[in-house]
């Protein structure tokens, strides 16, 4: 055990961190990509309860709440750079970590590939649906993607024969399924519907073609490892709990988590200490403890 910090520090660095400071703050698409790049991954939204950096935050340039207004100047700006970039291929938007919306990079994409349970070929979804890793919804889903390429949400309701009204809670359920499993994912607006504004999705390996060779050299536990580091890295400090619950989506085990902290304090990655005020002992980045030296 390390000597004491304290929660003012932690507070300071995160807000650094999270581009949460006036002169930091996110304030064009690029500016917006070099965040994601920085960061490896956040939420779009702040998510209570939940220790994470997020796009909205580092727009406002400080810590806010989301308005009801559509017409926010951050909340315009937060939305309209998204879809836009949907297409690009210059990051991962999908709802996963604690299933909400949520961004990674390309270089950190491979590792959450990684630790998914998805399987290399898109056609050998059926050996998890035989398994009961699957919805029959998300089967029907999967396929209509699969047969007809990128389809927005109105036409993947009717291929998927889920378009009648008793059926929308079940079809956006396991349409966050298939996100969750990093199978499907949003790639465009679509003008339509009712409210002239609707999701394409595709397969998610389709989108990025490269991605399962690039997540096949990489070993789960050295994936974990990578994730959680980078998560320290942001965060500066948090304890065992939180970073279970930020990761919870990835099914890791108790057992797993335990190896990947032992792993980050054997290497001098992480490091545990004492944090002044109540509470128990924090895991703190090492290299958030240097760069404040």
Not at 62 to 83: E, F, G, L, N, T
Not at 102 to 130: G, Q
Not at 282 to 288: D, E, I, K, W
Request: glycine content about 6%.
């Amino acid at each position: 055990m390390g000597e004491t910090i304290t929660q003012d520090w932690i507070a300071r660095q995160r807000e650094y961190n999270y581009h949460r400071t006036p002169d930091r703050r996110v304030q064009t698409p690029e500016a917006a990509l070099t965040f994601v790049e920085e960061i490896g991954f956040c939420h779009f939204w702040p998510i209570k309860g939940v220790e994470l950096p997020n796009l909205f935050h580092a727009i406002a340039g400080r810590m806010r709440p989301v308005p009801m207004k559509h017409d926010d100047p951050d909340m315009s700006k937060c939305w309209r750079w998204k879809d836009e970039a949907l297409s690009e291929r210059q990051w991962y938007y999908g709802k996963l970590l604690r299933r909400r919306a949520t961004l990674i990079s390309l270089e950190l994409l491979p590792s959450f590939y990684a630790c998914s349970e998805t399987l290399d070929d898109p056609d050998d979804y059926l050996d998890e649906y035989r398994a009961g890793m699957m919805t029959v919804e998300a089967k029907w889903i999967y396929e209509a993607i699969l047969e007809h390429g990128p389809l927005d949400t109105i036409r993947l309701r009717r291929l998927s024969r889920m378009s009648a009204r008793s059926a929308k809670s079940r079809f956006d359920r396991a349409l966050v399924e298939l996100q969750l499993g990093l199978k499907a994912l949003p790639i465009g607006v679509a003008r339509t519907g009712a409210w002239r504004y609707a999701f394409t999705y595709e397969i998610l390996p389709r989108h990025f073609p490269e991605l399962p060779e690039q997540a096949c050299g990489i070993r789960r536990s050295q994936a974990q490892r990578t994730l959680v580091a980078r998560y320290l890295d942001n965060v500066v400090a948090t304890d065992r709990k939180m970073i279970a619950r930020v990761f919870h989506v990835l099914g890791w085990t108790s057992s797993e988590l335990e190896k990947t902290i032992g792993a980050l304090l054997n290497e001098g990655l992480v490091q545990e200490m004492a944090v002044s005020g109540p509470g128990h002992p924090q895991l703190v980045s090492t290299c958030a403890l240097e760069q404040a030296l």
